[in-house]
């Protein structure tokens, strides 16, 4: 057995209707080329023969009993690949806006939880559009629950899943696979009492579940009184904290990759990674203007720092820092506003060492993250405070070479991120073959008018390119002020003394 960590855990307990707790993808492949089409049956034998590359395709969640712990990874001894494939034909004259639209209601959809954590939706009857015309093509939707990987290690097993070569190559056997035995209840309840003993404060998750309806209505009655060091909550006010429906749509962009490394070797001492966020600062910002709303203080984006090494991999599907980083959007110049950006991430701790994000979560007992997870949503915390964070950026560099399908190249690649509330929208950045996709995941209920963001990510290109030109050599590298630098630290020494105070004052 294979215990979720606290972080992994968080996102099943995050998830519900309304918020499905899985990453998207949506890859199109042009099949011009092919001399037979790809029929799904040949794909499904070649998924098959593809399945030993990552545990989490024949593995389902064991939960424990009464919730003394974290579920467990088992394998599914009844795994069947037909329950988690799916199989579409959109018709002789199948659009990219058809597949887009098919793909954000198939993205709203939970995963169910009695299998493995995953699903693929083959697509057929799919035209690439292209610069000479039409071409026959398929497309793969695909979903991976964020409990089971992050996006980092999401495009790893897709790597492993794709060909590298444009012959299509023969499929073999599957390999043989002999599923472990399900632990007894029995078992996993002796387990968990090892766990507690080995991990006393697993004694008040106990008791916290226990007296779950006290407690709800206890926390209820304290948030309005709730002596929060507001000074570090210095993210605004924006259009999307606001609490979203089950409605999901992604919008995406796509940018030659040259122009972000021109900009990059223009400005000097900044990172790719920078040039990629001062992009959608400046985006954000104009869609902003567009709303007439303007902030009073700097939008301020999560950013996960992927913390995978030989000496930080661990057994769990997250292996991710994150870092709370000023975006600078107060920086009326969005060339200047890209050399801020860095400084505010050098001069940040999780920057220079990376600070695991299961700290925060590490504290907490399962049970007490389940309950604080769901009073977050069913009381509207982040709409009542401000929040902590406006919009989570990730950047993922994929593969500079080209992915094949049984001969089929990989053209082009969507993804998507989980939302939760008063959290409308999320940022993927990827890139692949010399290109980058802006993707913007977001709730069409919160985030008005979210077309026009495509045409802002131009327009922003295009200004910052221009303000490059003429950046003074200095303009952008004031120092930032201290809260800035500390805000992540304090916000994670602060919420630690919380809890062990709070489970102080429940253990007298």
Known sequence: MRQLSELDASFLYLESDTTPMHIGGIYLFDASGLSTPLAFSTFVA????????????????????????????????DFSIERHLAYVNLGTHGKQSSLMSLASRILEEPLKRDRPLWHITFVDGFRIESPDGEKEGFALIVKLHHAAIDAFSGEEIMGKLLEYTPTPQPISAPRPWLPRQEPSEERVFLQAGANMLRTPMQLASLAFNAAEATTRGLIQKQLHRLPL????????????????TANRQIVSSRLELSRLKAIKGTLGDVTLNDVVLGLCAETLSRYLATQNIRTETSLVAMTPISVRSSSLRRATGNQMSAM???????????????????????????????????????????????????????????????????????????????????????????????????????????????????????????????????????????AI????????????????????????????????????????????
């Open 324 to 462: 709370l980083l000023d975006l600078a959007t107060a920086e009326p110049d969005p060339a200047a506003r890209i050399r801020r950006i860095h400084r505010n991430a050098v001069d940040s701790e999780p920057y220079r060492e990376a600070i695991a994000a299961d700290r925060l979560t590490e504290l907490l007992p399962s049970t007490l993250l389940a309950l604080s997870a769901r009073l977050y949503s069913e009381l509207q915390v982040a709409q009542r405070y401000q929040p902590l964070f406006n919009v989570p950026i990730t950047n993922v560099p994929g593969p500079q070479v080209p992915l094949y399908l049984q001969g089929a190249r990989l053209v082009q690649q969507y993804n998507s991120a989980p939302l939760f509330d008063s959290l409308g929208l999320v940022v993927v950045a990827v890139s692949y073959q010399g290109q980058l996709t802006l993707n913007f995941t977001l709730c069409p209920d919160v985030v008005a008018d979210c077309d026009l963001l495509p045409e802002l990510v131009s327009r922003s290109l295009e």
């Open 229 to 244: 060091p507001l000074p570090l909550f210095t993210a605004p006010q924006s259009p999307f904290n606001r609490q979203i």
């Open 46 to 77: 070649y998924l098959r023969s593809r399945l030993h590359v990552a545990p989490l395709f024949r593995q389902k969640l064991k939960e424990i009993p009464f919730r003394l712990g974290r579920p467990y990874w088992v394998d599914d001894a």
């Open 465 to 508: 390119e221009a303000a490059a030109a003429e950046l003074g050599p200095e303009q952008g590298n004031e120092q930032p002020s201290t809260a800035q630098q500390t805000l992540t630290d304090e916000l994670l020494g602060y919420l630690e003394k919380m809890v062990k105070g709070g489970l102080e004052r429940f253990r007298r």
